[in-house]
T-cell receptor
Framework: GAGVSQSPRYKVAKRGQDVALRCDPI?????LFWYQQALGQGPEFLTY????????KSGLPSDRFFAERPEGSVSTLKIQRTQQEDSAVYLC??????????????FGPGTRLLVL | KQEVTQIPAALSVPEGENLVLNCSFT??????LQWFRQDPGKGLTSLLL?????REQTSGRLNASLDKSSGRSTLYIAASQPGDSATYLC????????????FGQGTILTVHP
């Protein structure tokens, strides 16, 4: 079956613009994660959804970042008033399990965001 | 706060060599540890997942070990091939979190013919 997909794959934004990044998890997966990966670094956790509930948003760097998953499937990460430090690859991952599952997280290809 | 460190940051070896990548973590209260591979411009591919109760996992030419008490894991790659060239990431899942992963910064591996 299809894996995790993300769109767009690349996004160039002018500083101050709002952007929306989409994640389509594997069908039926309960858990969905967003990570931010700066150049040359490992991914860092942003937020976690179990179905439509956002259970952990402790990694969101500021109130300019907002994520939703209204129907428990597709998720959108929105960044308002983008800044240059927001430039990074945004990775989405999904897993079949709910709370503290043992299954692997499956990652999408990421959206590479460049803020000029 | 959990911190994950990977050594070395980069490694270049000739084809055929056996090699070891190291990962250390500061909080031993983990649920599991996972090794990923990342190719340029692509997402992460899971290689091996070791539960906290396990000592090692093997898949083909890859073997990962876990010493939870000392906060260490190693990824052993046997008979390396140019196709193994990628960034290797270690990640731990905390026992009290919802499953979020804490990653190291990665080891960039280059295997030259």
């Amino acid at each position: 079956g299809a894996g995790v997909s993300q769109s767009p794959r690349y996004k160039v934004a002018k500083r101050g613009q709002d952007v929306a990044l989409r994640c389509d998890p594997i069908s039926g997966h309960v858990s969905l994660f967003w990570y931010q990966q700066a150049l040359g670094q490992g991914p860092e956790f942003l937020t976690y959804f179990q179905n439509e509930a956002q259970l952990d948003k402790s990694g969101l760097p500021s109130d300019r970042f907002f994520a939703e998953r209204p129907e428990g499937s597709v998720s959108t990460l929105k960044i308002q008033r983008t800044q240059q430090e927001d430039s990074a690859v945004y990775l989405c991952a999904s897993s079949a399990a709910g709370l503290i599952g043992v299954e692997t997280q499956y990652f999408g290809p990421g959206t590479r965001l460049l803020v000029l | 706060k959990q911190e994950v460190t990977q050594i070395p940051a980069a490694l270049s070896v000739p084809e055929g060599e056996n090699l070891v990548l190291n990962c250390s973590f500061t909080d031993s209260a983990i649920y599991n540890l996972q090794w990923f591979r990342q190719d340029p411009g692509k997402g992460l591919t899971s290689l091996l997942l070791i539960q906290s109760s396990q000592r090692e996992q093997t898949s083909g030419r890859l073997n990962a070990s876990l010493d939870k008490s000392s906060g260490r894991s190693t990824l052993y790659i046997a008979a390396s091939q140019p196709g193994d060239s990628a960034t290797y990431l270690c990640a731990v899942r905390g026992g009290t979190s919802y499953g979020k992963l804490t990653f190291g910064q990665g080891t960039i591996l280059t295997v030259h013919p």
